[in-house]
Every structure is written in C-alpha cells, then in structure tokens.
Nanobody, 123 residues
Framework: QVQLVESGGGLVQAGGSLRLSCGASGRTFSSYAMAWFRQTPGKEREFVAAITWSGGSTAYADSVKGRFTISRDNVKNTVYLQMNSLKPEDTAVYHC????????????????WGQGTQVTVSS
C-alpha cells in the first residue's frame, strides 16, 4: 500500500520555476512506477511525466519535454517534478500517482493518487 501527499505548488511568474514533491509512505514504494498528471476544471487529467521504480527510465509529455524533469529518491520515499520555464498554460492541479508495474501514460493505469497541489503561472 502507498499513500501519497504532494507539496510545493504555488504562484509563479511565467519563466519561473517550481519544484513539486510527492512524499510516499509504505515499504513497497521503491517497487512502484510513479507519475505526475495535471488537471484543470472541466478537463481530463493530462499526463505530464513518469518514471520507473528504478529511476532508470522516464517519459514526458511533448508539452513539457525539455522544461520539466521527474526524479525520485527511494531512500526518502519521494518523487519530484522540477518545473522550469513555466508558462501560463502549465496552470493546473498537479497530482502524483503510483502503480505496481511498468510506467504508463494513462491515468486509469494508476491506482494510488495524491490529493494534488495547485500550480498557477501568471503571464
């Protein structure tokens, strides 16, 4: 079992940076693939980034590639999303997610979710 809690969201100007953290509890954390999704009101959750349980492979949405970096620290039981060169269209609630198995890019593939943290980017 995995419990996830996101933090690090806030208000930032376009071009700025934020680092999101997702703290996980549960001794099996290091065996789970992790991902970040984002959601705006009235829209489906959008894939942002994913990482394997080993941290050796990552995947990114085209819209964030080159600007965002996902990483994990299995000793600290934490996954991160470093967001640079932020744009107003990045504004959303960001959720972290976990699954036992390979990394996936669809929200329905994940069965553990955090409550989300708000990221707002002003122009």
């Amino acid at each position: 079992q995995v419990q996830l809690v996101e933090s690090g969201g806030g208000l930032v100007q376009a071009g700025g940076s934020l680092r999101l953290s997702c703290g996980a509890s549960g001794r099996t954390f290091s065996s789970y693939a992790m991902a970040w999704f984002r959601q705006t009101p009235g829209k489906e959750r959008e894939f942002v980034a994913a990482i394997t349980w080993s941290g050796g492979s990552t995947a990114y949405a085209d819209s964030v590639k080159g600007r965002f970096t996902i990483s994990r620290d299995n000793v600290k039981n934490t996954v991160y999303l470093q967001m640079n060169s932020l744009k107003p269209e990045d504004t959303a609630v960001y959720h972290c997610a976990a699954r036992a198995g390979i990394k996936m890019t669809t929200a329905t593939a994940y069965n553990y979710w955090g409550q989300g943290t708000q990221v707002t980017v002003s122009s």
